[in-house]
């Protein structure tokens, strides 16, 4: 059986507005079994959690079904590489250790199969508005993760739900991904343009999570865009088989 490249992101497993948690992290998990056989790899490409932080000595409660399936699939030799999103920021040490996980925070640039990828969850990339770029630096100031580790997890665990909700307009019942409105009007399809133009017009794919949106869209003649939408009612991913890259949608049907 040929071997197989997974790309996923934007889970948000464990936000307050997704009403039956048992039921996503289980349709996750299924996803996941139905790769096991013929994945190389696996890209967790951010905001996987809609929320973690590990302490020194404890790590928050949840997510015990979709960490084990993570560790069938490493045990069965399947590489995975979780890049670091603007939800699941705080990973640090206890996927990799217990599981084997490759953490990441921020770009990569890596031969797959033989094509080349750049690889990023996608809120660091581009003109960011300045209060995002505020946020996001205190998120990732050493300082100020040792000041917040120093408060207890009953007050920033419902802090922390409950600002996540605070930026987002919708629930499940009446949410609607976003819409891809063309290159010209998506950042993270100029921000590719730019690369290509002015850093390196060797880059075959573009793979990005954040944005909800779902794109496959040509770049160049040897480039694509890649933008993976989300598991709040997209169910999409993208999978390579060394030829081509294919963007789909789980069948939730088997759920």
């Known amino acids: 059986m040929s071997r197989r ?3 996923i992101s934007d889970l948000h497993l464990g936000a307050s507005y997704i009403r039956d948690q048992r039921a996503a ?3 996750v998990v299924e996803f996941l079994m ?3 056989d013929d994945a190389e790899a696996l890209y967790l490409m951010g905001d ?3 929320y973690w932080y590990e302490y020194r000595t404890v790590v928050p409660r949840g997510y015990v079904r979709f960490f084990g399936a993570l560790a069938q699939l490493a045990d069965a030799g399947v590489k995975i590489h979780w890049f670091i999103g603007n939800h699941d920021i705080w990973l640090f040490d206890y996927v990799r250790d217990e599981i084997g996980v490759e953490i990441i925070d921020g770009t990569r640039v890596e031969e797959i199969m033989g094509k080349k990828f750049f690889l990023s969850h996608g809120d660091g990339v581009g003109k960011l508005p ?3 770029r505020f946020i996001r630096g205190v998120f990732r100031n050493k300082v100020c993760q040792k000041l917040y580790a120093g408060i207890h997890p009953r ?3 419902p802090f922390a739900h409950a600002w996540s909700s605070g930026n987002r307009d919708f629930d499940e019942r009446t949410y609607e991904a976003p819409q891809f409105e063309g290159i010209e009007s998506e950042p993270q399809a100029q921000f590719a343009l730019e ?3 002015d850093v390196d017009p060797t880059i075959n794919y573009f793979v990005f999570g954040h944005r909800h949106v779902l794109a496959d869209e040509p770049l160049s003649p040897t480039c694509r865009l890649i933008i993976l939408g989300d598991w ?3 169910f999409s991913y993208a999978v390579f088989d060394g030829n081509d890259m294919i963007l789909s949608k789980y069948d939730t049907n088997r759920s």
Do not use: A, C
């Open 34 to 36: 139905s790769i096991k």
């Open 130 to 132: 300045l209060g995002f």
């Open 25 to 27: 992290e289980r349709r």
């Open 232 to 234: 709040i009612t997209q």
């Open 195 to 197: 690369y290509l133009r």
């Open 48 to 50: 996987i959690l809609d």
């Open 5 to 7: 490249v997974y790309f």
């Open 155 to 157: 007050w920033t665990i």
